[in-house]
């Protein structure tokens, strides 16, 4: 709780303005996301113990059975695994450079 509270108040690095309500959210809702980015992908590390994120998302895929479970005939692999689980963790951990080398390799 104080990690996420000593983040947080990293709020006015963000274009914060406290008297203009839309800049002001904004701000918090950037900061919050970023936070939740960094916490993800720390999680990973720690979890698989590599620094790379394209193999901690491989391993964190390929070692949930729900995840996994869920490619479809149609889904095109990407080292064997569906693209679509690997897209959408690498979003959800900030890394949008990497999403779109998961969708070239895809093609």
Known sequence: MWHAAEWMSNVVDYDYHKCDLFRCQRAIVLCSRDYLEQSFRQALQVTYHQTDLYSCLLAFITSNDKISGLQ???DRLVDGV?????IFYALRAGDPNLALR??????
Not at 82 to 86: K, V
Not at 102 to 107: D, G, V
Request: net charge positive; no cysteine; hydrophobic share 50%.
């Open 72 to 74: 479809s005939v149609d």
């Open 82 to 86: 569906s693209a679509w689980p690997l």
């Open 102 to 107: 998961i969708i070239q390799k895809a093609k």
